[in-house]
């Protein structure tokens, strides 16, 4: 099987505790993998690790076959793994489709270009209209970032992922802090996404039930070790995940 | 608005031609020469969002090459384009290894190296004697077509509405979106793809480069030179200017200039009428003050939220209704 990204022993440890413990987990391309587990199951330090953010203290990690273990967050983006973040992270006093067209433009190469009006590039704002219609968000076009409620900030965050074109999305929690009633458009979201049937995509994610669905495979994370990795239907089954993690889940 | 931009800059051209004060010809060129510098501390503080405590720096190396080689050679044209040349490369090169330590030192540590390194050169333009002549400093002839006020108030103005044009063009580029995002928010910047690294450098070599022009037009409009172009007050000028007029406006930069530079001139002739007026410095401490509790905008920043909600009132005002 041929995979696109891949993790070997990954583990990174913060003074005496080890927050991600030798997790090795390999996943094909176009494929849907969720994480899961309890607060403070390292899901998030893995993350980071996948991103860049930290630097592993052991293990390595691969990306099309290449080890990407010592490459920058900002060269792993340029490779091809974007990522959302858990606390919103957006540009809070440009407009909407400035942070859309950032992602937009950074993706089309134009970096260092400073003779020419940034208008001229029109095709990137139509660009970055068109990731806000998937989001569906174009409505909100011209306010400032820091005036959306936070379900739409979540969206915007995913459209300026989405925007990036990467290979693979890393979502974090992408429903974090959001009310029940928000909920349901940013899984119709990432619903559309995935439909689009080209990226790879892993996220975490605390209401397991929303995703097994969605889910190719899961993957159990636990006290930052990997606790079982299968498709959804044998993540319910299995006991261990029941005992350690979804046991008092199911007996609501 | 480009309207009024437009109409200033004709009356400003004109002026001389016109009216015939040289105290007034002198005062609009200093509020020139302090506007391109406001202008380029701007580019840090309001559009990159890095605080430099050092900018100084830069304009006294402007000044003291301009003053130096008018100084040791004879006062043409020609040595005035070298002395030019030597500014840029020099406030290129430093300003280019101050950006680099961007890198290391973030907000407040990255001020006080700046603040350091500008003391530096204080120092080093008061003990280098034999080129600085010392805390004293030095008069210089200048070249010819300078001499006369009114070339030299034109040349300050074209140069200040060039440099304007020019960050205009600078911040509304790719790249000068870029570096909005980085003082928004750096960290997403880097994770969107952008070496932010390379942007602080682009910026801090644009906005040294033109600091240095500010200082050598200072220069020549004094035709003399001392320790006091690296000074603590010229930095706190720049800042002062740029937080009145409004951060990361650009006209706001020349607006302030303008005010604190004719507050700075009414208020001396005030010293006439009393004692407390020499003591000006005192006003814009006051000044200040009352713009940063009140105007953290600025009077730019400020006047486009006022218009700017005057026109989103509607749409707003609907939504009330709906949720309502």
Same mark, same amino acid.
């Given at each position: 099987?041929?995979?696109?990204?891949?993790?070997?022993?990954?583990?990174?440890?913060?003074?005496?505790?080890?927050a991600?413990?030798?997790? @090795?987990?390999?996943?094909?391309?176009?494929?849907? %993998?969720?994480? =899961?587990?309890?607060?403070? /199951?390292?899901? $998030?330090?893995?993350?980071n690790?996948?991103?860049?953010q930290?630097?592993?203290?052991?293990?390595?990690?691969?990306?099309?076959?290449?080890?990407?273990?010592?490459?920058?967050?900002?060269?792993?983006?340029?490779?091809?793994?974007?990522?959302?973040?858990?606390?919103?992270?957006?540009?809070?006093?440009?407009?909407?489709?400035?942070?859309?067209?950032?992602?937009?433009?950074?993706?089309?190469?134009?970096?260092?270009?400073?003779?020419?009006?940034?208008?001229?590039?029109?095709?990137?704002?139509?660009?970055?209209?068109?990731?806000?219609?998937?989001?569906?968000?174009?409505?909100?076009?011209?306010?400032?970032? @820091?005036n959306?409620a936070?379900?739409?900030?979540? %969206?915007?965050? =995913?459209a300026?992922?989405? /925007?990036?074109? $990467?290979?693979?999305?890393?979502?974090?929690?992408?429903?974090?802090?959001?009310?029940?009633?928000?909920?349901?458009?940013?899984?119709?979201?990432?619903?559309?996404?995935?439909?689009?049937?080209?990226?790879?995509?892993?996220?975490?994610?605390?209401?397991?039930?929303?995703?097994?669905?969605?889910?190719?495979?899961v993957m159990?994370?636990?006290?930052?070790?990997l606790?079982?990795?299968?498709?959804p239907?044998?993540?319910?089954?299995?006991?261990?995940?029941?005992?350690?993690?979804?046991?008092?889940?199911?007996?609501? | 608005?480009?309207?009024?931009?437009?109409?200033?800059?004709?009356?400003?051209?004109?002026?001389?031609?016109?009216?015939e004060?040289?105290?007034l010809?002198?005062?609009?060129?200093?509020?020139?020469?302090?506007?391109?510098?406001?202008?380029?501390?701007?580019?840090?503080?309001?559009?990159?969002?890095?605080?430099?405590?050092?900018?100084?720096?830069?304009?006294?190396?402007?000044?003291y090459?301009?003053?130096?080689?008018?100084?040791?050679?004879?006062?043409?044209?020609?040595?005035?384009l070298?002395?030019?040349?030597?500014?840029?490369?020099?406030?290129?090169?430093?300003?280019?290894?101050?950006?680099?330590?961007?890198?290391?030192?973030?907000?407040?540590?990255?001020?006080?190296?700046?603040?350091?390194?500008?003391?530096?050169?204080?120092?080093?333009?008061?003990?280098w004697?034999?080129?600085t002549?010392?805390?004293?400093?030095?008069?210089?002839?200048?070249?010819?077509?300078?001499?006369?006020?009114?070339?030299?108030?034109?040349?300050?103005?074209?140069?200040?509405?060039?440099?304007?044009?020019?960050?205009?063009?600078?911040?509304?580029?790719?790249?000068?979106?870029?570096?909005?995002?980085i003082?928004?928010?750096?960290?997403?910047?880097?994770?969107?793809?952008?070496?932010?690294?390379?942007?602080?450098?682009?910026?801090?070599?644009?906005?040294?480069?033109?600091?240095?022009?500010?200082?050598?037009?200072?220069?020549?409009?004094?035709?003399?030179?001392?320790?006091?172009?690296?000074?603590?007050?010229?930095?706190?000028?720049?800042?002062?200017?740029?937080?009145?007029?409004?951060?990361?406006?650009?006209?706001?930069?020349?607006?302030?200039?303008?005010?604190?530079?004719?507050?700075?001139?009414?208020?001396?002739?005030?010293?006439?009428?009393?004692?407390?007026?020499?003591?000006?410095?005192?006003?814009?401490?006051?000044?200040?003050?009352?713009?940063?509790?009140?105007?953290?905008?600025?009077?730019?920043?400020?006047?486009?939220?006022?218009?700017?909600?005057?026109?989103?009132?509607?749409?707003?005002?609907?939504?009330?209704?709906?949720?309502?």
């Open positions: 099987m041929s995979s696109l990204i891949e993790t070997t022993d990954l583990s990174i440890t913060f003074g005496g505790h080890t991600v413990d030798a997790v @090795s987990i390999s996943v094909p391309e176009k494929h849907f %993998k969720s994480i =899961i587990g309890p607060n403070g /199951a390292g899901k $998030t330090t893995f993350f690790l996948l991103s860049g930290l630097t592993p203290t052991q293990g390595k990690i691969y990306y099309r076959g290449k080890d990407i273990t010592k490459f920058s967050p900002t060269n792993r983006t340029r490779a091809g793994i974007g990522r959302s973040f858990q606390i919103t992270n957006v540009f809070p006093n440009l407009t909407v489709l400035e942070n859309v067209r950032l992602a937009v433009q950074s993706q089309a190469g134009i970096r260092y270009q400073m003779l020419f009006h940034y208008k001229k590039y029109r095709t990137f704002e139509e660009k970055a209209l068109e990731w806000l219609r998937l989001v569906l968000l174009d409505d909100k076009k011209g306010s400032l970032a @820091s959306l936070h379900g739409e900030k979540r %969206k915007l965050e =995913i300026m992922l989405l /925007a990036l074109e $990467t290979e693979v999305l890393l979502l974090d929690e992408p429903t974090a802090g959001m009310s029940l009633e928000e909920v349901p458009a940013i899984l119709e979201v990432i619903k559309r996404i995935k439909e689009q049937g080209n990226r790879t995509i892993i996220l975490i994610e605390h209401k397991m039930d929303m995703i097994l669905d969605l889910s190719d495979s159990v994370l636990f006290n930052g070790r606790l079982a990795d299968g498709t239907e044998e993540i319910m089954k299995n006991e261990t995940v029941q005992s350690a993690y979804l046991g008092g889940l199911l007996d609501e | 608005m480009t309207a009024i931009i437009l109409v200033v800059a004709a009356f400003l051209l004109l002026l001389p031609f016109v009216y004060s040289r105290n010809l002198i005062l609009l060129t200093q509020v020139f020469v302090f506007s391109i510098f406001a202008m380029s501390y701007d580019l840090l503080l309001g559009f990159t969002g890095i605080v430099s405590f050092g900018h100084a720096m830069f304009f006294g190396i402007g000044a090459s301009m003053g130096i080689f008018m100084k040791r050679f004879e006062p043409t044209l020609t040595v005035f070298l002395a030019v040349l030597t500014t840029i490369v020099l406030t290129g090169f430093v300003s280019f290894l101050v950006g680099l330590l961007t890198l290391r030192l973030k907000s407040h540590f990255y001020a006080m190296l700046t603040l350091s390194l500008s003391g530096l050169f204080l120092v080093l333009a008061e003990k004697r034999t080129m002549y010392g805390n004293d400093g030095f008069t210089f002839r200048v070249p010819e077509l300078f001499i006369d006020r009114t070339n030299f108030y034109l040349l300050c103005l074209v140069v200040m509405v060039a440099v304007f044009l020019i960050l205009k063009r600078f911040t509304n580029s790719p790249l000068g979106r870029v570096l909005q995002a003082r928004e928010n750096e960290q997403r910047t880097e994770s969107l793809g952008f070496q932010v690294l390379h942007y602080k450098i682009a910026a801090s070599v644009m906005s040294g480069v033109l600091a240095g022009i500010a200082g050598i037009l200072y220069a020549i409009s004094l035709r003399f030179v001392n320790t006091s172009v690296f000074a603590m007050d010229i930095t706190l000028d720049a800042l002062l200017m740029t937080i009145i007029g409004g951060v990361g406006t650009l006209i706001g930069a020349i607006i302030g200039a303008g005010l604190i530079e004719f507050a700075h001139h009414w208020l001396t002739e005030l010293a006439k009428e009393h004692w407390i007026f020499e003591r000006w410095i005192i006003f814009f401490g006051i000044i200040y003050i009352l713009v940063v509790m009140f105007f953290p905008r600025g009077i730019v920043g400020t006047l486009s939220t006022l218009s700017w909600k005057r026109k989103q009132q509607p749409a707003v005002k609907k939504e009330e209704k709906i949720a309502g």
